[in-house]
């Protein structure tokens, strides 16, 4: 902790000043709360809607610097890691702290392969969906069903029971996404195979048909992991904020990690890279993408895949994934959408609008292209976010689960309704 100094406030509705610590460069906002101008008053609350600048917790997980397009997880940046770790030992060095060394990271993918089997049961409710059921809408519904046939999971400060959830998270989100895909296609459920790297076992579930046993190809299984990985931890976003919120409850993480997937869902988190293949294809060519822009900027559509909370020069996620690009369709073949993309981002990035408004690609502008050269369809696009996802959740349920100056989440509000008044007619 760095103490950085005190802030003077005076209130100019009594005269009075205060001094507030300054620690890590934030105010307690609990501080505020001996700002009074009467005895009986609650005290000065912060008013902070969307969060936008507000810390809701200490974290030693993910660092970002959105002004220099910085992500680094447990201090390694993020190009380091796409290069030289797998999603597994990425997650591993989340939950845990550090990387694994070559017998931990073998254990730890043993273990994860170990867990990849369902209950049969999971298979009876997956059925019961409709056809079209989105597929997210099944991860939500089976992620907290989980919860359902592993009731010691309600031990959340049991050290040992929660490593065993995290485990058992991790290596069913594959098998759970991709029965969710062979549901809607009314293909038999492909069962796990413990031989196969992580990513290269979720293809195996995807994709296998007749062939005794289904081969990755290795560009597409290291495209995907590489995928998984950029999409493993980033600090407070909305889903995660959602996974600390639910399991400060001390609720059991399955349950917390549905609310996590439900808020991801969204079109504005993770359900932006399935919007963004529908955006490309509504533009349909490279000529309609001056008039696509005009409408942008006339406000009546948002680029989908432009723009983030966090970063206001470049998302470092969606630069590794360009590189990515280019490996995968030297396999799948160009995807004829790529060229609309690239002329939405050339056009963009030159664009007044854009950047006085500091708006740049971010993960989800190309990630579906990618996913789609690949066969995904698009509704499971956010399906692909959730499995990448669900490390960084469980490392920030655990954190918050473990610190002492966490309590159950409960913000204040400004009420601004109806004063007192009576069923019959009177005010107070
Ligand atoms: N297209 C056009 N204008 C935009 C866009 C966009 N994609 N994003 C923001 N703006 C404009 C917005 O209209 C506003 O303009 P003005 O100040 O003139 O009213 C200004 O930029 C600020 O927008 P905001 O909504 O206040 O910004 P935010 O920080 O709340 O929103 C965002 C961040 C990601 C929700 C937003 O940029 C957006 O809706 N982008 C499209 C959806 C998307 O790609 N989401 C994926 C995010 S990355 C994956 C993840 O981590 O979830």
């Not at 195996?204 to 299984?221: A, F, S, V």
């Not at 590489?226 to 400060?248: K, P, W, Y």
Request: with cysteine.
């Amino acid at each position: 902790m760095t103490n950085d100094g005190t802030l003077q406030v005076t209130d100019t509705r009594t005269g009075r000043s205060y001094e507030i610590p300054i620690v890590d460069g934030a105010i307690r906002a609990l501080d505020l709360r001996q700002i009074k101008v009467a005895d009986d008053d609650f005290g000065l609350l912060s008013y902070d809607p969307a969060f936008m600048n507000t810390a809701s917790c200490r974290s030693a997980i993910t660092y970002i610097d959105g002004d220099k397009g910085i992500l680094r997880y447990r201090g390694y940046p993020i190009e380091e890691l796409a290069r030289h770790t797998t999603f597994l030992d990425a997650a591993y060095l989340l939950l845990n702290g550090e990387l694994p060394d070559k017998d931990e990271s073998q254990n730890w993918s043993r273990e994860i392969s170990h867990h990849t089997y369902v209950h049969e049961n999971v298979k009876k409710f997956i059925d019961g969906f409709h056809h079209d059921a989105h597929p997210m809408g099944i991860i939500v519904s089976t992620v907290a069903a989980l919860s359902t046939f592993y009731p010691e999971a309600k031990a959340v400060s049991d050290q040992a029971r929660r490593r065993e959830q995290v485990v058992r998270l991790i290596a069913k989100m594959p098998t759970l996404a991709a029965f969710a895909y062979r549901h809607a296609f009314g293909l038999p459920y492909a069962y796990p195979d413990a031989e196969l790297s992580y990513p290269g076992n979720f293809l195996n579930m995807m994709w296998k048909m007749t062939e005794p046993r289904y081969q990755p190809d290795p560009i597409l299984e290291h495209a995907l992991d590489v995928l998984f990985m950029l999409h493993a931890d980033h600090e407070q976003n909305c889903s995660t904020s959602s996974m600390r919120i639910v399991g400060s409850s001390q609720v059991d993480p399955y349950s917390a990690a549905a609310a996590a997937a439900a808020a991801l869902y969204g079109p504005l988190h993770g359900g932006a890279n399935e919007q963004v293949l529908r955006m490309l294809k509504e533009i349909g060519s490279v000529d309609n993408v001056p008039a696509y822009i005009a409408r942008v900027k006339a406000g009546e559509l948002r680029l989908m895949g432009f723009g983030h909370r966090v970063y206001k020069n470049f998302d470092p996620r969606a630069k590794i994934i360009k590189e990515i690009a280019d490996e995968v369709f030297q396999v799948t073949g160009r995807n004829p959408l790529l060229d609309i993309a690239l002329e939405l981002e050339r056009i963009a990035l030159d664009d007044e609008y854009f950047i006085s408004h500091k708006l740049y690609p971010n993960v989800d502008f190309y990630s579906g292209i990618i996913y789609q050269a690949m066969g995904f369809p698009e509704a499971m696009f956010p399906v692909l976010f959730a499995i990448g996802r669900m490390p960084g959740w469980l490392a920030h349920w655990q954190e918050g689960s473990a610190d002492p100056e966490q309590k159950i989440s409960r913000p204040r509000q400004l009420y601004v309704g109806a004063g007192m008044r009576h069923l019959d007619g009177t005010l107070d």
